[in-house]
């Protein structure tokens, strides 16, 4: 599924009870929970994780996050949230999202990440193992 212009997945989920506040409503701060879901989905497909950066002795923090709420999910609904890869020449990670339910777009949002080494100090170039990676991907 490589692509020049990025990289999706597609993960489906459930709206759990401990996820909703007293109107059965889901509380906005779950959704960036929900962008987690959909980062460690495209990870497990895509072959670049949490624990690949960790390997190759980086940490990956998010230093922007975005959340639009369209309209709400509520405790049972059945959902799918769509993770994008937005390809970058900078030292990022961006992710685009919209989650959507029987094809109503429920919620949009982006997340950034930028790499830290051990030491976390800022690293403004990519590091090797992101530039094979996306070289595999064929986004370079």
């Given amino acids: 599924m490589a692509a020049k212009d990025g990289l999706s997945t597609t993960t489906s ?3 759990r009870f401990n996820e909703c506040d007293p109107l059965q409503i ?3 701060g779950n ?3 929900y962008f987690e879901e959909g980062r460690e989905e495209f990870g497990r497909i895509h072959g ?3 624990m690949d950066a960790k390997k190759n002795r980086f940490s990956t923090p998010i230093v ?4 639009e709420h369209k309209l709400p999910l509520k405790y049972g609904d059945r959902f799918e949230i769509e993770t994008s890869f937005q390809n970058s020449e900078a030292a990022k990670i961006i992710f685009n999202y919209r989650i959507l339910k029987e094809n109503k777009l429920i919620c949009t949002g982006q997340t950034v990440q930028v790499f830290l080494n051990e030491k976390e100090e800022l690293i403004l170039v990519n590091p090797p193992f992101f530039l094979d990676w996306k070289q595999k991907m064929g986004l370079i």
Avoid at 64 to 67: A, F, G, I
Wanted: charged share 10%; hydrophobic share 45%; glycine share 0%.
């Fill in 48 to 50: 670049i994780s949490y």
């Fill in 31 to 33: 959704y960036l929970k």
């Fill in 64 to 67: 922007l996050s975005h959340c």
């Fill in 13 to 15: 989920l459930r709206v």
């Fill in 26 to 28: 889901v509380w906005h």
